[in-house]
């Protein structure tokens, strides 16, 4: 069990400790006024010494007794037994199932998402509104875990444009509309055109990543992929799959624990669930590392670190708001230079820019940055 402690008078050697959040802690040990508390407790499970008004923070103690014996207790648990305690606290369960607990398990932005959208799907002025995102991420889940049976499904007869809804159902029932399927504008215009006639509501849904260039007057929402979800709802979701998937308490390796976290799951949702069954396959009663498909295992090095271009510290950045320069080099560590050439990469090379999303103004360390980024010393 890793932890990473930031609090400085706080001695707890006997406990592996990470240096940084790049070497994904299991723990953080955090002050109740760290101007970094809230993203550090989305992202981890965390501990602080007093009170907090964040409900994610995961523990609160008075003291540092009360700490040490705390850490005591918990490094006996496997890092399965650990996930299973988090999953069952988060929905109050107190056994292996998930009960009544959503198909796409939900944890901060994303769960501010889903509040959202259920507010505009149960609304009663039936907004026609757009969800988007990536291929797998869940956004016919989550439309069905909000009105659960009514919907019904469009679909595209040979090459003109028609569709088809269930006579069983209520005429004003909504009718989910993927864009992706139509071939041509017109098409898809004509097929708006009817379902308006008919007086029934739009919730269009398509891959894309950004809203389509025609919908741009409809509200749009999007779902993030699962490597833009904050580690917490990771575990969420790696202990949701293995509930579904088995009923046996299958335990976790390290390795695999953090290949997990790390790796950028291009396909979603059904690539981990595909994953997860390819390496049960092989070994039934621990996931490991060694047992995930090949094209995932291929994209780390020795050390079990993702080779895809610091993917991970990227990520990590974009998730915290309000990025503080000295904080952020703190965390990083050594990765900190590329994170920089990446968001000044992400800045179109405009170190104005740079400098304004880095809250940056002392000489020193625009100086620094410069240097990371081998700007000539005449420019600013």
């Known amino acids: 069990m890793k932890i990473l402690n930031l609090i400085k008078n706080l001695k707890i050697e006997q406990f592996d400790l990470a240096k940084s959040i790049t070497d994904i802690p299991?723990?953080?040990i955090v002050p109740n006024d760290h101007k970094k508390l809230y993203e550090l407790s989305l992202n981890y499970l965390t501990i602080t010494i007093g009170k907090t008004n964040f409900k994610s923070v995961d523990w609160s103690f008075e003291?540092?007794?009360?700490?040490?014996?705390?850490?005591?207790?918990?490094?006996?648990?496997?890092?399965?037994q650990r996930i299973s305690?988090?999953?069952?606290?988060?929905?109050n369960?107190?056994?292996?199932?998930?009960?009544?607990?959503?198909?796409?398990?939900?944890?901060?932005?994303?769960?501010?998402?889903?509040k959202q959208l259920e507010t505009l799907l149960k609304s009663p002025y039936n907004p026609w509104i757009l969800i988007y995102g990536q291929r797998g991420v869940g956004k016919l889940t989550v439309i069905k875990s909000i009105l659960e049976n009514a919907i019904d499904y469009f679909e595209i007869e040979e090459k003109q444009a028609g569709f088809k809804t269930d006579s069983r159902k209520n005429e004003k029932s909504?009718?989910?509309?993927?864009?992706?399927?139509?071939?041509n504008e017109y098409d898809l215009n004509f097929a708006i055109n009817e379902i308006y006639k008919r007086g029934q509501r739009i919730i269009f849904i398509t891959d894309k990543i950004s809203p389509p260039q025609n919908l741009l007057t409809i509200p749009s929402i999007y779902i993030p992929?699962?490597?833009?979800?904050?580690?917490?709802?990771?575990?969420?979701?790696?202990?949701?799959?293995?509930?579904?998937?088995?009923?046996?308490?299958?335990?976790?390796e390290d390795n695999f624990y953090k290949a997990f976290l790390t790796y950028p799951w291009f396909g979603n949702f059904s690539e981990i669930e595909n994953a997860i069954k390819y390496a049960l396959s092989l070994d039934n009663k621990i996931l490991k590392?060694?047992?995930?498909?090949?094209?995932?295992?291929?994209?780390?090095?020795?050390?079990?670190?993702?080779?895809?271009?610091?993917?991970?510290?990227?990520?990590?950045?974009l998730n915290f708001k309000n990025v503080d320069y000295d904080q952020l080099k703190f965390l990083i560590g050594s990765g900190?230079?590329?994170?920089?050439?990446?968001?000044?990469?992400?800045?179109n090379k405009d170190l104005d820019q740079l400098l304004e999303i880095l809250k940056v103004n002392k000489k020193s360390d625009i100086n620094e940055i410069k240097s990371f980024l081998g700007i000539l010393s005449n420019q600013k």
Do not use: W
Not at 225 to 251: A, G, V, Y
Not at 299 to 314: M, P, R, S
């Open 26 to 28: 299991d723990i953080v």
């Open 93 to 114: 369960l107190d056994n292996l199932k998930p009960a009544n607990v959503k198909f796409v398990c939900y944890y901060g932005q994303t769960m501010e998402i889903y």
């Open 225 to 252: 992929s699962i490597s833009e979800r904050n580690n917490k709802e990771k575990l969420l979701i790696l202990e949701h799959f293995l509930r579904k998937i088995s009923d046996s308490f299958i335990e976790i």
């Open 85 to 91: 305690d988090f999953y069952n606290k988060f929905y």
């Open 336 to 347: 900190f230079a590329s994170i920089i050439q990446f968001l000044y990469d992400l800045a």
């Open 174 to 183: 909504i009718i989910i509309l993927n864009i992706d399927l139509f071939e």
């Open 63 to 80: 003291n540092k007794n009360e700490i040490q014996n705390f850490l005591n207790d918990y490094s006996k648990k496997t890092i399965r």
């Open 289 to 317: 590392f060694e047992n995930l498909p090949k094209h995932i295992t291929e994209q780390f090095d020795e050390n079990y670190n993702l080779k895809i271009a610091d993917y991970y510290l990227k990520l990590m950045v």
